[in-house]
Structure formats: structure tokens, C-alpha cells
């Protein structure tokens, strides 16, 4: 052992240092002063937030229209929070062989809690199709508790331009493999014929014919975007109490991730 005295490795205050260091905590506050106020004027304008960020939850489909999700039940396996209820069902008991998914099963009913969700992204890792992602939509509060369960409904991709709604039957020629590398692009004449045999009435039938006829580029997969501004939304509730017409709300796109 030496007797050499302890030297700190963090460097000593000097003099001056030392006398200030009682107030040296306000030095921030001081700072922060003389510098412009920014205000976010959320909800009237509405901020991006980052790609990676974690929102809501989105349910993704194929080109095609079917769904991505298989009903494996990974996802609620994997959260942490108990926030997921899947209840998975066979394509095989739908008739006329119809198919929600490619492949065997489908999520028959798909339930997401944001009273427990902790948006910690591990129910997007354990999905094995990546029908399961998660958008830059933030505003998910609600009036009361039950409206903070969202169905299958609530969290389905809304359809694109050109797909066809399901039900109905899978890609000619095709399994699940090729569904699964992408291979799938776009409806087909046999699946738009088959819709207008048993759903002549479906308001997805004319897209998908203009893609199958090649008046049309390949649908593209939509994401859920934040609403409209307040502003707009205050008008548009007060003339519906009024007995007025409501007009559609301006969805701005301010998300820009992959689906």
C-alpha cells in the first residue's frame, strides 16, 4: 500500500465554482427565459411524430384484400400487459370456399385493451406474417372505458383503392408460401368474378376490376391516420345537433412508415 492521497477523476471547481454551486442548479431555468416560447397548438395543428414511434395498433392485409392475420394467437401470448384476446377460427368452416386469410385460420375475434396496453412493440415482434403493426396514430382517448376495447373492426387496415373486401377465395394457383414472400400483388379476374357471383352488390368491386383490366395501378397498403383538426370536428358535431349535414373531416397524413 501507498500513502499517496485519493485523487477524484472528475476535475475540481475552482474558487469561483465553488461559490456558485448552491445556485448553479437555476443556471437552466436563467437560461431557458430568454428564449422564444414554442407552443404546439395541438389539436388545431397537429405534429408528426417519428417513424419508430409506437401508436395504435393496426390489423394489415394482403394486396388482394384478404388478412394477414393467421389467428395463431402469438400476440397475446407475448404481451406483457394482458391487453390482447385473440380467438382464432378455420377458413374450412366458411362456405363456398371463402377465406378471411390465406392458409388454414383466421383471427375470428381480435381485442385490444389500451386500459392495459403499455405500447411496448412486443406483440409486433412475435407475429409471424407481420399482420400485426403499429401506426403514428396517438389519440386514443375516449369518453369511457368500454370504447377503450378495440374490436377487429376497429383495428383492420382500411381498404385500398383496388382490393377486393373479404371474403372470398385465395389466388389462383396459390398457397399461403406465396402470399406470405409478397408474390401476391394485386386481386384477380377469377376472385373479382367470384365476388360478382356471390357479392354483386360489393362497393369494392369497381376498383378491383379497373386493376384487373390494367386501368389501374396495384392497390397500396393504407395506414390509419390521425383525424381531423378539432376546430373542424367542433363545427361538424354542432351542425349534426343542429339537424345539419356533417361533411367529411380532412384526414392530413402525417404518418410515413411502412405498413
Keep these: 500500500m501507498t500513502d499517496k492521497p485519493y485523487e477524484p477523476l472528475r476535475p475540481s471547481k475552482g474558487p469561483l465554482g465553488d461559490l456558485f454551486a448552491p445556485v448553479a442548479g437555476f443556471g437552466v431555468t436563467f437560461s431557458s427565459m430568454f428564449r422564444p416560447t414554442v407552443t404546439?397548438?395541438?389539436p388545431r395543428t397537429k405534429t408528426a411524430p417519428q417513424r419508430r414511434?409506437?401508436?395504435r395498433h393496426q390489423l394489415n392485409r394482403y394486396?388482394?384484400?384478404l388478412e394477414k392475420c393467421i389467428g395463431c394467437e402469438?400476440?397475446?401470448?407475448?404481451?406483457?400487459?394482458?391487453a390482447?384476446?385473440?380467438e382464432g377460427a378455420d377458413n374450412a368452416e366458411l362456405p363456398d370456399g371463402e377465406h378471411m386469410s390465406p392458409g388454414e385460420r383466421y383471427g375470428r375475434v381480435y381485442q385490444i385493451n389500451y386500459l392495459r396496453c403499455i405500447f411496448c412493440g412486443l406483440c409486433i415482434e412475435a407475429c409471424p406474417t407481420r399482420?400485426?403493426?403499429m401506426t403514428n396514430d396517438y389519440e386514443l382517448a375516449g369518453p369511457d372505458r368500454a370504447g377503450m376495447?378495440?374490436?377487429k373492426k376497429d383495428l383492420l387496415a382500411p381498404l385500398a383503392e383496388g382490393m377486393?373486401?373479404?371474403p372470398h377465395p385465395m389466388a389462383e394457383g396459390t398457397t399461403d408460401t406465396e402470399y406470405y414472400r409478397g408474390e401476391v400483388t394485386a386481386p384477380t379476374a377469377e376472385q373479382v368474378a367470384w365476388v360478382r357471383e356471390h357479392r354483386p352488390d360489393d362497393p369494392t368491386l369497381g376498383a378491383a376490376e379497373k386493376v384487373v383490366e390494367g386501368d389501374a395501378a396495384p392497390p397500396t397498403p393504407r395506414r390509419h391516420r390521425l383525424r381531423g383538426s378539432a376546430t373542424k370536428a367542433a363545427v361538424a358535431t354542432r351542425q349534426a345537433a343542429e339537424g345539419g349535414h356533417v361533411a367529411t373531416l380532412p384526414t392530413p397524413d402525417v404518418s410515413d412508415g411502412r405498413p
Design 74 to 82: 402469438l400476440c397475446a401470448w407475448a404481451c406483457p400487459a394482458d
Design 63 to 65: 394486396a388482394d384484400g
Design 131 to 133: 399482420a400485426l403493426t
Design 53 to 55: 414511434y409506437h401508436g
Design 84 to 86: 390482447i384476446y385473440v
Design 40 to 42: 404546439e397548438q395541438y
Design 164 to 166: 377486393l373486401a373479404a
Design 149 to 151: 376495447i378495440y374490436e
